[in-house]
């Protein structure tokens, strides 16, 4: 209910207004797909609790949106949607969320909360992903790495890991003239 409730208050708009924190989608045809992976989703008996829809009808604003009961076998589950959606999905173990969280083929970023270290830690090594965030929204900085796994990239941006890419490693060895 917690999640729903906040996202209900983000303020969708225009990214150079202060009052705004979440700016357009990219391009029109993410309108198209967020349309698309909700409708899937609701035909497959997911239930929308917040958002769905686009915002407005200029730009490429689409509301903040929690599916929840979304089925394994909807497309929001299988693919990654690059927009505002949040499908929430019931688990009754911490392995079935492990197996859930690895079975795609994909691994950019995952995010858990807990209110046990031991939890954290845990899922922490567990899942695959380039980026595990606990207890906090993550955003990129320059001093760390960026990067996914799996399909969702090879190499690192930023960080020193970043530079890596441009650089030519020698290795040299001499002895000393006789």
């Known amino acids: 209910e917690g999640f729903i409730e906040v996202s209900k208050n983000i303020q969708v708009g225009d990214g150079l207004d202060k009052n705004t924190s979440m700016g357009p989608l990219a391009h029109d045809r993410r309108l198209d797909a967020m349309s698309n992976f909700v409708s899937d989703a609701q035909e497959k008996g997911a239930k929308i609790k917040s958002g769905g829809h686009r915002k407005g009808n200029k730009g490429y604003f689409f509301e903040p949106t929690v599916l929840t009961d979304v089925p394994n076998d909807a497309k929001i589950m299988n693919e990654e949607p690059f927009g505002p959606l949040a499908p929430i999905a019931p688990f009754n173990s911490f392995e079935s969320v492990v197996e859930e969280a690895n079975r795609l083929p994909y691994g950019l970023a995952a995010f858990a909360f807990t209110n046990s270290a031991k939890t954290a830690e845990k899922i922490s090594s567990s899942i695959e992903s380039g980026i595990v965030s606990v207890n906090q929204p993550w955003m990129p900085v320059v ?36």
Do not use: C, H, N, R
């Open 143 to 178: 001093e760390v790495p960026f990067g996914g796994i799996k399909d969702s990239g090879y190499g690192k941006e930023l960080g020193t890991e970043g530079l890596e890419a441009y650089m030519q490693s020698k290795f040299i060895t001499q002895k000393s003239s006789i």
